[in-house]
């Protein structure tokens, strides 16, 4: 069971980036699948979750607007579009996958983990 991440980078404010997770090694469709990411000193936060059965969850209030959550399911990868970055983005970003149609954005729900991207956006 393997989750890659993968375009994070660094990015002025305004930019966009596009993360990936490619999953493999369970059944894609079985699973609900969520980005979170981690600020220095700072909680895990969720952002959203998407799964086959019941669609994409809402998005935390701090991305609402600007993230899209999307899955290509030919290629068993996770999409998050990130666009109007501003520097409270800046983190680790994790996709984390559980076994479940609940679309649930608390990542002590989740089981299974990726091992980040870092995203920075600058000033």
């Known amino acids: 069971v393997q989750l890659v991440e993968s375009g994070g980078g660094l990015v002025q404010t305004g930019g966009s980036l596009r993360l990936s997770c490619e999953v493999s090694?369970?059944?894609?469709?079985?699973?609900?699948i969520g980005w979170f990411r981690q600020a220095p000193g700072k909680e895990r936060e969720g952002i959203s979750v998407i799964s086959s059965s019941t669609g994409s969850s809402p998005y935390a209030d701090s991305v609402k607007g600007r993230f899209t959550i999307s899955s290509n399911h030919a290629k068993d990868t996770v999409y998050l579009q990130m666009n109007r970055l501003k520097p409270d983005d800046t983190g680790v970003y994790y996709c984390?996958?559980?076994?479940?149609?609940?679309?649930?954005?608390?990542?002590?729900?989740?089981?299974?983990w990726g091992q980040g991207t870092q995203v920075t956006v600058s000033s």
């Open positions: 090694g369970f059944i894609f469709d079985a699973y609900a």
């Open positions: 984390a996958a559980e076994y479940s149609d609940l679309l649930l954005l608390d990542p002590t729900g989740f089981g299974l």
